[in-house]
């Protein structure tokens, strides 16, 4: 039988939680404490992309989703926390303050099921959220069930992937149980709390280390002159232990935060890898921004006023995503700056707005060939399908770096540009 929940904080994770349970009958009133939120939302405008969920709430927006600041009074099935848990990256300090404030606000409605969504260090469930429902309540149903979705697939996947379900107790993790098993396709059910806090900073971990190790081949591949992309892939072929990751920028709300919650959670050691492989994927967006002044500078002759066009300004094309969270280009800036470049700007999810607060000046697709030097930053499929040949035709562009190396080299170069690519310095074009 469909449940009745509420969902409090309309974030990414939220937001695609409510049109997801909307979507299999269930009942949701969607809560947020930013006004702003809660009146785009009211009026059925998404202030985030993720294919589905706009036409979720056209379809239920009145009716089985309801949203405002407050859960009502009424009792639910279950009371879902999907709040922000921000880290200082300065300090690697998480801030648990949102997700203790959501505590107390459920805490102040009828005991229900606690389900703890957001991401957090180990034992957080326990010590943050447990004491505001007890010191209410007496006593506390509790759950951990950690989002695992990536951007772009998170309707599909919130159904598709097994969800991961931990419990204060049995009475606890049953109830968990039935709240999700009328979502997801398979249900997980672990031992604790704790437990289930873990598999979710395990996912995430094991993906920036992936991902790190990727970009390390890449930066050594650098060093000696060869192509990282034809290493990994003779790596990789019909080999049978696992596949190497091509490199490539890592960021975004999850990956670029969650290594600090797993340090966060541990006391008398400190991980091993999971800090070096953050420290190794964050340095290098400015690493690239480094090497493109470089090649700049033998190219042209000097970089003051060189126009700069970068594709690709949200942290990934693909699943596509608007998320300026974790963006190379942040990093990126102060060093195109420092150097005098003139950076123009293009994304087919990002707003003209949104380039120009991080310094840029939009331009369309094709303004942005008539710069001197280019970088493609991620590989939304516009950038996948360019066809670079007629558009170099007329262009005075003389360094084209391709992060993902997703363009036609060959043509690139065979019209007089230098072509190179993460830990890829590229064939000296022949004049």
Known sequence: ?????????????GLTLTAALARKGYTVYGV???????????????????PGVEEAFAEHLGSTIIISDRLPEERL???????????????????????????????????????VRSTVPIGTSRKVVLPALTARWGKARLVMAPERTIQGQALRELVELPQVIGGLDEESLQAGVEVFQGLAN???????????????????????????????????????????????????????????????YVGGGCL?????????????????????ARALNEQLPAHVAERVVELVRETV????????????????????????????????????RAVGLTVLGHDPMVTDQIIREYGGEPVSLDKAFDADAMIVINDHPDYRALEVEPRLASSELRVLFDSWRILDEAAIVRHGVRYAGIGYTGKEVVA
């Not at 039988?1 to 994770?13: L, R």
């Not at 459920?106 to 005991?111: D, G, I, M, S, T």
């Not at 000097?302 to 974790?326: C, Q």
Request: net charge negative; hydrophobic share 40%.
């Open 1 to 13: 039988m469909p449940k009745t929940v509420g969902v409090i904080g309309m974030g990414y994770v």
């Open 32 to 50: 947020d404490n930013s006004p702003h939120v809660v009146e785009a939302l009211s009026n059925g405008r998404i202030h985030v992309y993720e």
């Open 77 to 115: 099935d279950a009371a879902i926390l999907s709040v922000s848990t921000p880290v200082d990256l300065s300090t690697g300090t998480p801030n648990l303050g949102n997700l203790a404030a959501a505590a107390e606000h459920v805490a102040e409605r009828p005991e229900t099921l606690v389900v």
């Open 186 to 248: 398979q249900i997980v059910p672990v031992s604790s709390l704790e437990t289930a806090e873990m598999v979710k900073l395990s996912n995430n971990c094991h993906t920036d280390l992936i991902y790190a190790f990727g970009n390390e081949i890449a930066l050594i591949a650098e060093q000696h002159g060869l192509d990282p992309l034809e290493v990994i892939r003779a790596t990789n072929l019909d080999y049978p232990r696992p596949d190497l990751a091509k490199p490539g």
């Open 256 to 276: 670029s935060k969650d290594p600090y919650l797993m340090i966060a959670s541990t006391t008398q050691r400190k991980p091993y890898l999971v800090g070096q």
């Open 301 to 336: 002759g000097h970089t003051e006023g060189v126009r700069l066009s970068v594709l690709g300004w949200a942290y990934k094309g693909w699943p596509a995503t608007d998320d300026m969270r974790g963006t190379p280009i942040a990093d990126m800036m102060p060093v195109f």
